[in-house]
Nanobody, 126 residues
Framework: QVPLIESGGGLAQAGGSLNLSCAAS????????MGWFRQAPGKEREFVAA????????YYGDSVKGRFTISRGDGKKTVYLQMISLKPEDTAIYFC???????????????????WGRGTQVTVTS
């Protein structure tokens, strides 16, 4: 069973918008962090955004600040990523991840997350 299931994504034109969602099928802790990372061909996995239930805070990568918004569902098993003003360089596979009791700095590091989804493709055309 895949611990995290992403949905959304697809194809958009530059300047457009897309929404992603992620649902966790694993047991979650009160202090979980759910985050989004992305990986483009030939590039390293990049931090996009994260929501911490522990601090009730959102964190963003520099390249998406002001354009992407992460939010949580009513329960502790769902996060959403609203993406606007998309750019061709946003094209990547977007992965949802889950970590337990992560510090703010650890929330930015993909190696700190324990569970991952299979990813969903986002393609932005110019």
């Amino acid at each position: 069973q895949v611990p995290l299931i992403e949905s959304g994504g697809g194809l958009a034109q530059a300047g457009g918008s897309l929404n992603l969602s992620c649902a966790a099928s694993v047991r979650t802790s009160p202090s979980l962090t759910m985050g989004w990372f992305r990986q483009a061909p030939g590039k390293e996995r990049e931090f996009v955004a994260a929501w911490s239930w522990n601090t009730n805070s959102a964190y963003y990568g520099d390249s998406v600040k002001g354009r992407f918004t992460i939010s949580r569902g009513d329960g502790k098993k769902t996060v959403y990523l609203q993406m606007i003003s998309l750019k061709p360089e946003d094209t990547a596979i977007y992965f949802c991840a889950y970590g337990d009791t992560l510090t703010t700095s650890a929330s930015l590091l993909h190696g700190q997350y324990e569970h991952w989804g299979r990813g969903t493709q986002v393609t932005v055309t110019s």
